[in-house]
C-alpha cells in the first residue's frame, strides 16, 4: 500500500520594527554583542514589558494578507524554559489567544492549478539571544542583542503531502512577507526560520507519530530534511517498529537528522498567563485602517502584469518578486510607456542582471528609471541597436550621463541607412571571395559568418534587421 | 493528587535530596488541593478573566530609547569575555 506524507510547518519571522517587543533597545543586526540591550531584555527583576506598536499592525497586516480573522482581543502568555540566551527563563508568547487565526496560502500546483493551505494562526511573540560554541571548549558564549526581538510565529494546518509543497508554501510566505515589508526575511541572518512537523501514513489511515525538525533557515536544508525524515519513518514501519515523537535536529553537513534528547525533556512548558501584559485590544476602525493600507499583494500583480502589459508569466513573476521591483518596473513603463515588454526584459535581464553583478539592490541602483526610459526610448525609434544599448547601460552604471549624450559623445547612432549599409557589405565580401563562392555554393550557415563580421566593421552600429536583408539580397550576385 | 517533585524541580532548575523530595511531595499537593477549590466554583455564563485590572495594553512607539550600556549591565555578570556572557557550555 502506498504510503502519504502530512507536513505542518511553524515558521519564525522577525518583524521588522526599529525597536524590541518590549523595550526601546535597536534591532540592528550585527552590532558589537550585547551593546542593544537594556534591564527589560535582560530579564532583570522589577521591569515591565511595554508593546511594540508596529510589531501589533505589522503581525495584523500579515493576517490579512493571508485572509486570516484578526481577534480584537488578544493576550500573552509565558512560556517557561531554561536556556542560557532566555534570560528571563521565560518566553513572553501568545498561547491562548494569538492575534491572528485561521487564513490560508495559495500554492501553484505542477498542472497548472492552485492548492490551498491552511493557517491555523500568528502570534507575536519575543526571539531569544544568541549561544556560540564553535570553537569553544567548555564553555559557550551567549550574545542578548536578539533578545526580545519582535517574532510572529505563523503555524500552518498539516495541509502539506509533500516536501515540494511545503517548499511551495514556505516560498510563498517568504515572498508575502518582504512584499508587506513586515520582515526582512533574510534566511542568513535568521529572520525567517522553520520548524517541520512531519509524519507519514498509509493513504486513507489517520495521521502517524509526528516528529518535529528544529530551526531551519534555507529552503534547500528544509526539503532534504523533510525527504530524509520521511524514508527514516516509514523504514522504522515497514520494520514493524514505531515512530517515537521527538525533536529532531537536521545536520546539513552529515546530510542526516538526529534525535534532541535535552528538548524532549524539557517539552513541559507550563505556560501561563503573563501578569505583566494585560489583554492586547485593537479597534476594528484600526483594522479596517491597516487593510486599507495595505499593498497589491504578489498574486495580483502577476495576474495585472500579464493582463495589463502582455507580459510572460516568467517575466510577470520576476517583476513581482519584491514590492520594490514591482514599483520600479511601473514607474518605468510610465516613462516609456511604448513597450512595456521592453521595459520587462531591460530591468528584469540587463539592469537586475548588472546590479546583481555589482553587489547591489535596485534601491541602490545608480540607474533611475528615468534615465533607462532613455535609453529605451532610443531603442525604441532605432537610433541605436540593441548591442550597443547594453554597452551604454554599461555606461550609465558608471557615470550620470543620459543615454543621449553617450550616444552622441560615442558616435553609437545606429547606421539605417541602406547605402552607408551596402558599402560595408560589399568591402566584407571583397575582402572574403571565399566564403562568398561558398555561400553562392550552398553553404547557407555561411550567413551568420557575413552578418557578423559586417557588424564588427560597421563598430556595433549597423542596424541588424537592415543587415540581414541586404546580406541577403547582395550576397545573391 | 500526585506531583512528581522530582520533574517539577528538574523543570525550576532547583537540586533536591531525596529527603528534600519527600517532605515537598505532600506539601506541595496540599497546596493544590487548596487552590483546586476554585474548580467547584460554578463559572457557567461568566466571561474568563484575562487579568486582574480591567486595562487595555498601552503600547510603545517603535522608537530607539535605550542607547549601549554594556560595560554597566555587565558589571554583575561572573564571567565576560569580549563583550560576551560566558556559561557552562550548552549543545544539541
Known sequence: MSWETVIGLEVHCQVNTDTKAFCGCSTVFGAEPNTQTCPVCLGMPGQLPVLNTVAVDKSILTGLAINAHINLESKFDRKNYFYPDLPKGYQITQFTVPIVEGGYIDIPTKDGGEKRLGVTRIHMEEDAGKSMHEGLDAVSHIDLNRSGVPLMEIVSEPDMRSADEAIAYLKQLHQLIRFLGVSGGDMEKGQFRCDANVSVRRKGEPFGTRTEMKNMNSFRFIKQAIEFEVVRQIEIIEDGGEVIQESRLWDSVKSESRSMRSKEEAHDYRYFPEPDLPPLRVSQQEVDAIKAGMPELPGELRKRFEAEYGLSSYDADVLSQTREISVWYESLVAAHPSDPKRCANWLANELLGRLKEAGKDLADSPVSAKRLAGLLDRVGDNTINGKSAKDILDDMMESDDDADTIIEAKGLKQVSDTGAIDTIILEVMAANPDQVAGYRGGKDKLMGFFVGQVMKASRGKANPGMVNQRLAELLKG | ?92
Do not use: C, F
Not at chain 2, 466554583?41 to 542607547?67: F, Q
Open chain 2, 1 to 92: 493528587m500526585d506531583i512528581d517533585v522530582k520533574k517539577v524541580a528538574m523543570l525550576s532548575r532547583i537540586r533536591l535530596t531525596d529527603d528534600e523530595a519527600a517532605e515537598l511531595g505532600p506539601q506541595l499537593a496540599n497546596i493544590i488541593g487548596y487552590v483546586e477549590q476554585l474548580s467547584k466554583v460554578d463559572t457557567d455564563g461568566i466571561e474568563p478573566t484575562a487579568h486582574p485590572h480591567d486595562a487595555a495594553m498601552p503600547l510603545r512607539a517603535n522608537i530607539v530609547t535605550n542607547g549601549n550600556r554594556r560595560d554597566e549591565l555587565q558589571a554583575s555578570s561572573p564571567k565576560i569575555e569580549s563583550g560576551l556572557y560566558v556559561v557552562p557550555k550548552v549543545i544539541e
